[in-house]
T-cell receptor
Framework: DAGVTQSPTHLIKTRGQHVTLRCSPI?????VSWYQQVLGQGPQFIFQ???????GRGNFPDRFSARQFPNYSSELNVNALLLGDSALYLC????????????FGPGTRLTVL | GQSLEQPSEVTAVEGAIVQINCTYQ??????LSWYQQHDGGAPTFLSY????GLEETGRFSSFLSRSDSYGYLLLQELQMKDSASYFC?????????????FGTGTLLAVQP
């Protein structure tokens, strides 16, 4: 079975632009979470979606938004990009909304110039 | 606040045993997970301790002591491919949310 997939793998944007990152969970998994990992640090929680509803939001500005589609895939959108948004964006899926192991995708490396 | 502390770097030789410690301060503790991440790739789930004691999975073992707010990951018979970053993480369940709070990460370098 395929694991969590993310696209694109790498992305270069300039300040002020908008970006959309995509994630497909493991087949059968209904929960998708997004994390930001800045170089040298652990991943930081951004959002969790379950059954197309937002279940949790981390300490990120409103420039960050996300949604989940009927097939449980998800998009993360970031508006008005800042240099500090440069990071590895990771998507994780789990079967349940809570009390369940999360499995991570390979991430999208975003560079903001 | 919630925090998990790990040593920043550990170095060991092939075939040796290494222990990576994690101390935590969290509210509503449910258990401790460990993830491996190679050079900015996908974090890979290694183990989860929901109860005190030792969990063994092949060459890797993980230990938890709730009373000490402490856990560790033990890697035996080290191989070069074990060179990676290792993160401890705690799930934070609240409002039907499953989010992971990660530690600072430990970079393990295995030398020949």
């Amino acid at each position: 079975d395929a694991g969590v997939t993310q696209s694109p793998t790498h992305l270069i944007k300039t300040r002020g632009q908008h970006v959309t990152l995509r994630c497909s969970p493991i087949s059968g998994h209904k929960s998708v979470s997004w994390y930001q990992q800045v170089l040298g640090q652990g991943p930081q929680f951004i959002f969790q979606y379950y059954e197309k509803e937002e279940r949790g939001r981390g300490n990120f500005p409103d420039r960050f938004s996300a949604r989940q589609f009927p097939n449980y895939s998800s998009e993360l959108n970031v508006n008005a990009l800042l240099l500090g948004d440069s990071a590895l964006y990771l998507c994780a899926s789990s079967l349940l909304a809570d009390t369940d192991t999360q499995y991570f995708g390979p991430g999208t490396r975003l560079t903001v110039l | 606040g919630q925090s998990l502390e790990q040593p920043s770097e550990v170095t060991a030789v092939e075939g040796a045993i290494v222990q990576i410690n994690c101390t935590y301060q969290t509210s509503g503790f449910y258990g401790l997970s460990w993830y491996q991440q190679h050079d900015g790739g996908a974090p890979t789930f290694l183990s989860y301790n929901g109860l005190d004691g030792l969990e063994e999975t092949g060459r890797f073992s993980s230990f938890l002591s709730r009373s000490d707010s402490y856990g560790y990951l033990l890697l035996q018979e080290l191989q070069m491919k074990d060179s990676a970053s290792y993160f401890c993480a705690v799930p934070s369940y609240g409002g039907a949310t499953n989010k992971l709070i990660f530690g600072t990460g430990t970079l393990l370098a295995v030398q020949p």
